[in-house]
């Protein structure tokens, strides 16, 4: 119904528009007058009147007809119906949007316009004269604006909107809150009057119609999470303020309830049951025990507590935060043979618990029974650690204390008791394997070690893998069994112009014992000293004594020297003593007592060394002879390395002896004839013990050819016996000696390659065999084989 109401109004609209004609009014004119030199002015104002104005038009959008659409028409006071008069369009879509007829001045639209597109078009339009084309009226401008019509449907702005609201919120809580948009004019009827419903999502959520704010619908009992957690709602804006006919648009929200901690933590079974063996380290897991939470997040985390039982003491529990789960640890040791079980009471509650959801069940309990199982435990000492004191003195074989364990199972195992044997390298501790007493193997000496540390090993007979130690502190007593000495070696000397009581040296005394109450010593002169009428000792009183003068005047040409022996001895019981020997050299003094000179032997003792000196003296030169005759042994078993250190090394090498020898015409050095081929030998060299029968220089045997047999057992036998010495002899040095073979056996296919048995060295040898050797002799080969080579010219 309203529908057709609009259209109707807009008819009326559309017929009531028309060209409004404005009367003229007068015309100012201007008239100047000149008369006889005056000026006058004359002006008369007549009013003008427009010939033709509108102001607006108005065209209703999405039109669907096939003509154009008429819009309004133009009208002039000038235009007399004569064909005179044209009417031009100029402005926003003239000509193209917009056309005008010239000579009626009907205004058409050409085409569908849309007012979401645009709204409104502002034109202008003027009569002209139609022959020469001058304006009759001034330009007037309009506008054209387009009527709305309900063609666009309202749109969200998004098209699926997420928000979540805690669960169990009151009813009317605020979700969140969807806007829609309507492209037509609001300012014209209901196009763009938007509703809000909601079409999916009760009885949960509602929307408010004007403002498409969501809110809850339904109360705190049935809004829970642990039921349903995600809701979908389809919320509908429709235009035309919700009435039928209307346009609509739609979005979806996506509403999850979030989590509160409504939920107290439940155990998932009332007892547990779990076992760990006695010998289980402190700290160590024992079980796990489970509460389910059906909140999620942090208002699931949990809080476990021992809080009563047999066993509150010994167990402790603690929260793994990944898993939320109660995790039983021993907090002290359990022994199975003590107490075979404990009973536990847990308790879980809410890390962070909600005042709101608070009650009396939000706690719960669960009960823990935790069996211990018998282990073979290893032998336990008493104690944790001993400590024994003993006498320096104390003999050989005396039991100074004793350990003791037992082994805790029922069973009650015998324990054998040891020393670890790293504790006491020495072996100076015994210890008696059945009952744990502790001996000595070995005297003692508290100046050398006054604390003994020691671990004794108690281990059960029938398995000694199960063992268990303790320390054993050791402590030595002192015994007052070393005599006091001298501080240091004393050497003083005394003016022969020296007075009666003249003071001239002061001792003191070390004791390596150290009894409880502290050291006192005291100095005497020795009874069979021969220089009591000369010297005399006084005790200080503070461990220190003076040795003073008993007469006047000393020679020193007379006697040099004086030795005084001090009796020292201690105060502690058995008291110790010893005999202290002083040197007091006599030298001549000035008068303020500065020595100035002494004898010859007073000389000598002071510029000699003292025992020790002379001592260390002699271990020097001893040790340095003993380096000196270990060098030398050294150098003569030392291998030298040979000329030519690698086999491959074939390279031509000149060693240089400097020692030049006679050549092999030195004959009076030795006799080289033995070392002579046999057959150059009896060839060459006349034997002395048959006649000569053959020349004495038969031409050169061919060097392939082998060598006859020849024997001699003499030459041989001398060969083989220095093939043998050479060989045998590691330590033979190759330097400047000749081991010439010249006897290479029968069948050699070299022979020999000593000069000493080449008859001639001046005639014309065959060298090439050399070049088949190998590459050892190719340098040789070289060398000799040549035809043209300077060795052959």
Not at 330 to 338: A, G, M, Q, S
Request: net charge negative.
């Amino acid at each position: 119904m309203r529908t057709w109401i609009v259209v109707l109004l807009w008819a009326c609209m559309r017929l009531s528009v028309d060209a409004i004609a404005l009367s003229r009014g007068p015309v100012r004119r201007k008239t100047k007058e000149i008369e006889a030199g005056k000026h006058r002015n004359t002006e008369t104002l007549r009013r003008s009147k427009r010939g033709w104005m509108w102001r607006q038009f108005f065209l209703q959008e999405e039109y669907t007809g096939s003509e154009y659409q008429y819009i309004g028409k133009l009208h002039s006071d000038m235009d007399k119906g004569d064909g005179t008069v044209a009417y031009i369009l100029r402005g926003e879509g003239a000509g193209s949007i917009f056309v005008i007829d010239a000579s009626s001045g009907d205004l058409h639209a050409t085409r569908r316009l849309d007012r979401e597109e645009k709204p409104y078009y502002t034109l202008q339009a003027q009569a002209v004269n139609k022959k020469n084309g001058i304006p009759l009226e001034p330009e007037t401008e309009f506008i054209v604006k387009l009527h709305d019509i309900n063609d666009n449907e309202p749109k969200f702005d998004k098209e699926v909107y997420t928000a979540s609201v805690p669960e169990r919120s009151h009813i009317g809580t605020y979700v969140t809150q969807v806007t829609a948009q309507d492209a037509d004019d609001e300012m014209f009827g209901y196009s763009a009057k938007l509703t809000y419903s909601i079409s999916q999502g009760h009885p949960y959520f509602s929307v408010e119609p004007n403002t498409g704010i969501i809110r809850t619908a339904l109360g705190m009992s049935d809004m829970d999470r642990e039921q349903r957690e995600h809701y979908q709602v389809v919320i509908e804006a429709k235009d035309m303020a919700g009435q039928k006919g209307g346009l609509t648009g739609t979005t979806t929200v996506n509403i999850s309830l979030t989590d509160v901690n409504d939920s107290p933590p439940r155990f998932t079974r009332s007892i547990y049951q779990f076992s760990v063996p006695e010998l289980t380290e402190l700290g160590k897991p024992v079980g796990r025990i489970q509460a389910e939470d059906a909140d999620i997040g942090r208002n699931a985390e949990m809080d476990y507590t021992v809080i009563g039982g047999d066993g509150l003491d010994v167990f402790d529990i603690i929260t793994d935060m990944k898993t939320q789960e109660g995790i039983l640890t021993l907090k002290k040791p359990i022994d199975y043979e003590k107490k075979k079980s404990y009973m536990l009471q847990i308790q879980v509650e809410n890390t962070h618990p909600d005042p709101r959801f608070l009650s009396q069940d939000a706690k719960d309990m669960a009960t823990v029974r935790v069996s211990v199982e018998d282990v073979d435990e290893p032998p336990q000492f008493e104690k944790s650690s001993y400590t024994l004191k003993v006498k320096e003195d104390t003999p050989v074989g005396t039991v100074i204390g004793s350990v003791s364990a037992v082994d805790p199972d029922i069973q009650r195992s015998p324990v054998k008791y040891t020393i670890d044997r790293h504790t006491d390298v020495d072996w100076i501790f015994g210890i008696f394997a059945g009952n744990g007493s502790i001996f000595l193997k070995k005297p003692l000496d508290r100046e050398e070690f006054s604390w003994h540390n020691i671990s004794v090993i108690a281990s059960e007979f029938n398995n000694p893998q199960h063992s268990s130690r303790v320390p054993v502190y050791i402590r030595i007593l002192d015994v007052n069994d070393n005599p006091p000495k001298l501080a240091s070696f004393y050497e003083t000397f005394v003016c022969e112009n020296a007075k009666v009581g003249q003071k001239i040296q002061t001792i003191s005394a070390v004791d390596p014992d150290d009894p409880a109450g502290g050291h006192r010593f005291f100095f005497n002169l020795a009874p069979e000293s021969s220089v009591r009428a000369n010297f005399s000792v006084r005790d200080n009183g503070d461990n220190t004594a003076g040795i003073f003068t008993r007469r006047t005047g000393f020679g020193r040409m007379h006697k040099s020297a004086h030795l005084v022996s001090v009796v020292i001895s201690d105060g502690e019981l058995p008291i110790q003593s010893s005999t202290g020997t002083l040197t007091i050299r006599v030298c001549s003094c000035d008068r303020d007592g500065n020595m100035e000179m002494c004898n010859a032997e007073a000389l000598t003792s002071s510029a000699g060394l003292s025992t020790g000196a002379l001592v260390a003296i002699l271990l020097c030169v001893l040790i340095l002879l003993l380096i000196v005759v270990l060098f030398a042994a050294l150098k003569r078993q030392k291998k030298k390395e040979p000329l030519i250190i690698s086999k491959e090394d074939v390279r031509d090498n000149v060693v240089s002896y400097n020692d030049e020898g006679g050549g092999e015409e030195d004959t009076q050095a030795f006799d080289i004839g033995a070392l002579r081929h046999p057959e150059v030998m009896e060839d060459n060299k006349l034997r002395r013990d048959i006649l000569p029968t053959e020349s004495l220089y038969p031409p050169p045997p061919l060097r392939r050819n082998a060598a006859p047999s020849r024997d001699n057992a003499d030459v041989r036998e001398f060969i083989n016996q220095r093939v043998q010495e050479n060989d045998g002899n590691p330590t033979a040095p190759p330097y400047d000696s000749l081991a010439t073979y010249a006897y290479e056996g029968n069948g050699s296919v070299a022979e020999s390659l000593s000069s000493l048995g080449s008859v001639s060295s001046e005639g014309v040898q065959d060298y090439n065999y050399l070049s088949e050797w190998g590459p050892r002799f190719r340098k040789l080969a070289d060398m000799y084989g040549g035809e043209d080579s300077d060795w052959d010219s």
